[in-house]
């Protein structure tokens, strides 16, 4: 599915992952949708409140890691748009 700020199709996925913050805390979260260039993430809103601007995302129990930048934050507070740090 397109949307009008995509600049590729995303794959619709739901898939658990974990969000890393400095090594040190990490917050569960589902991977709603993604493409080669970043991700749909959702999570309860305290969750995203507490997020910086750059974390690292892993979907495999820590054995490889995408470094993410957020783009952009929903209304709600309930998803958030990452980028792939390397594109």
Not at 34 to 61: H, I, M, V, Y
Not at 66 to 78: A, E, Y
């Amino acid at each position: 599915m397109l949307d009008l700020r995509q600049r590729k199709a995303r794959t619709k996925v739901t898939h658990a992952a974990k969000i890393l913050v400095r090594a040190a805390t990490a917050y569960d979260c589902i991977v709603d949708d993604l493409n080669t260039l970043g991700a749909c993430l959702s999570f309860n809103a305290a969750t995203a409140a507490e997020l910086p601007r750059t974390f690292d995302l892993t979907f495999d129990d820590c054995r490889t890691f995408w470094s993410c930048r957020v783009i952009w934050r929903s209304k709600n507070g309930h998803q958030i748009g990452v980028t792939w740090k390397n594109n």
